[in-house]
């Protein structure tokens, strides 16, 4: 089985294990550890199933808990079910395209705060277009493939910010 390819120029720091489970420092990536908590919880959309259980195993290393689906439809279906925390979707599926995927698990109240992130083939120019297509709301980062340790930081620092924030809103609403 082939992982990701992970750079060798800049090697990861290791994980501070006294901070918060949501406070995630640059540099994390190598060993993500959540200070006793339970482990995030992503749902992996990707229908090229070697890739994504190649990126599963390595997120699992990572310390997360990992659910694979290989199609929107069936996206949808485990989500409801799993109730991810994250949502790392590929954008060309087989039935319905990653920004289909995430306005709809996005109009269920109980999934509407999910983190999702478009993770897509195409380049940083097509990304940079579909970021803008898709908005805030719908879609919070989109990058290409494969994931790397400096990918996955910065999933795990904007992931952190997003439940600062929807934590704030939940607790004052």
Same mark, same amino acid.
């Given at each position: 089985?082939?992982?990701?390819?992970?750079?060798?120029?800049?090697?990861?720091?290791?994980?501070?294990?006294?901070?918060?489970?949501?406070?995630?420092?640059?540099?994390?990536?190598?060993?993500?550890?959540?200070?006793?908590?339970?482990?995030?919880?992503?749902?992996?959309?990707?229908?090229?199933?070697?890739?994504?259980?190649? %990126? *599963?195993?390595?997120?699992?290393?990572?310390? &997360?808990?990992?659910?694979? !689906? =290989?199609?929107?439809?069936?996206? #949808?279906?485990?989500?409801?079910?799993?109730?991810?925390?994250?949502?790392?979707?590929?954008?060309?599926?087989?039935?319905?395209?990653?920004?289909?995927?995430?306005?709809?698990?996005?109009?269920?109240?109980?999934?509407?705060?999910?983190?999702?992130?478009?993770? %897509? *083939?195409?380049?940083?120019?097509?990304?940079? &277009?579909?970021?803008?297509? !898709? =908005?805030?709301?719908?879609?919070? #980062?989109?990058?290409?493939?494969?994931?790397?340790?400096?990918?996955?930081?910065?999933?795990?620092?904007?992931?952190?910010?997003?439940?600062?924030?929807?934590?704030?809103?939940?607790?004052?609403?």
């Amino acid at each position: 089985m082939i992982k990701p390819s992970q750079s060798t120029s800049t090697a990861p720091k290791k994980p501070v294990v006294e901070a918060p489970a949501r406070e995630v420092a640059a540099g994390t990536s190598k060993r993500f550890h959540h200070s006793g908590q339970r482990p995030l919880r992503l749902l992996l959309i990707d229908d090229h199933a070697p890739l994504a259980e190649a %990126t *599963a195993a390595w997120l699992r290393e990572m310390g &997360m808990k990992v659910r694979i !689906a =290989g199609s929107g439809n069936e996206a #949808l279906q485990a989500a409801a079910v799993f109730r991810p925390e994250i949502v790392l979707c590929d954008m060309c599926l087989p039935d319905i395209s990653g920004f289909d995927v995430a306005r709809r698990l996005k109009a269920k109240q109980e999934l509407a705060n999910v983190f999702f992130v478009i993770h %897509t *083939a195409f380049g940083d120019t097509d990304i940079r &277009m579909f970021e803008q297509a !898709a =908005g805030p709301r719908a879609v919070h #980062l989109c990058f290409s493939k494969p994931i790397t340790n400096e990918k996955l930081d910065r999933l795990l620092r904007e992931f952190a910010a997003h439940s600062r924030l929807t934590d704030k809103c939940e607790r004052t609403a």
